[in-house]
């Protein structure tokens, strides 16, 4: 069973997110254990107070370093019998490898900074890692814990109903997903495309991966840049490239 924790300014946040579809059912069956750990309880002063002024002058507060170690160390010893990664926007960008890999851990822990960030020596003697969900700023850590949770424990063999769900999606092969439909085949004049109607398995087989090589071309190619690609990839996304070239040109034969 993954074990995760997670340590927080605000617990509250979680609650609802954790009870609810794959992570709930996760926690149900057993496949991952998620525990939310309040920062402020650690705090000593009267008034448990987890912040203050910056050395050197400058805008916001900083989260101060003890209740911070003393809130890991209570729960998982000293040294952390887990990795603690940190969330920041100075980390590393969270992506779907890295989710694959956190995934096959036996456990992480995740801190939530808040206001202009974490004590440096958080950083430097307690976090084995920093991650960020992208290069934009939150108010803190806490988004991006909920995303980082979902994003590793749908991966866990057994989290989703469909085995091959996890494998299937976007990014898990390097590319964006293929299209998908459903019933009506035929909704407001827009038809479903034939070929998944065919029963052909090879043939939809076949398009599904041209289409995922297509969007990713024209939405992401700097996945396609570095995306493992097989020669018949390679020859099918010319011929896509040629035939959108051609539509272009005479567009009535689109």
Known sequence: ?????????????????????????????????????????????????????????????VMKPEPIFAAVESALGSPPRVPIILLSPQGKVFDQARAWELSRESGFALLSGRYEGVDERVRDHLAAEALSIGDYVLSGGELAAMVVIEAVVRLIPGALGDEDGAVDDSLSSGLLEYPH?????????????EVLLSGNHEAIRRWRREQSLWRTFVQRPDLLARAPLSVSDREALERLRKEHAAQEKDPGKG
Do not use: C
């Not at 924790?5 to 496949?31: C, D, N, W, Y």
């Open 181 to 193: 439909y459903t019933r009506p085949a035929l909704f407001r004049g827009w038809r479903v495309p």
């Open 1 to 61: 069973m993954l074990e995760i924790e997670v340590f927080t300014l605000f617990p509250g946040m979680f609650e609802s997110v954790l009870q609810e579809t794959i992570l709930g059912r996760a926690q149900s069956k057993e496949l991952v254990s998620i525990r939310v750990r309040n920062i402020r309880d650690h705090a000593t002063d009267r008034h448990h107070v987890t912040d203050d002024a910056p050395y050197g002058g400058g805008g916001g507060m």
